[in-house]
């Protein structure tokens, strides 16, 4: 089957000091099926995702990062094993050259 899918995407940054800047991102797609015969072709799916992100720079060429994300897939397919939601958090550090 073929997925025909509209999406759409919005994302918000806010420096709160020089070295301190927050985001906000978020994505969101519909999807519907056609074909794939009875019980596919008309059946939908969705995916969607936020994070939320804080920067620190430290220095000109180094940096942290705070991030957490969730994400969840929902589709009206019976017994569809793509379904999912989860929830991440990352911690990183950034070299810059």
Known sequence: P???ATSGRVSLSHSFTPKLVGSINGLYQAGSFIGGGPG?????D???SADVTLSYR???NFS???SYAHD???SDLVNDLRQ??????FLGVNFTY
């Open 40 to 44: 596919i072709d008309g059946q939908g």
């Open 2 to 4: 073929i997925c025909s």
């Open 72 to 74: 969840r897939v929902e």
């Open 64 to 66: 942290t990062r705070l």
């Open 46 to 48: 969705s995916y969607a």
């Open 84 to 89: 999912f939601a989860r929830n991440r958090v």
């Open 58 to 60: 430290i220095t000109q």
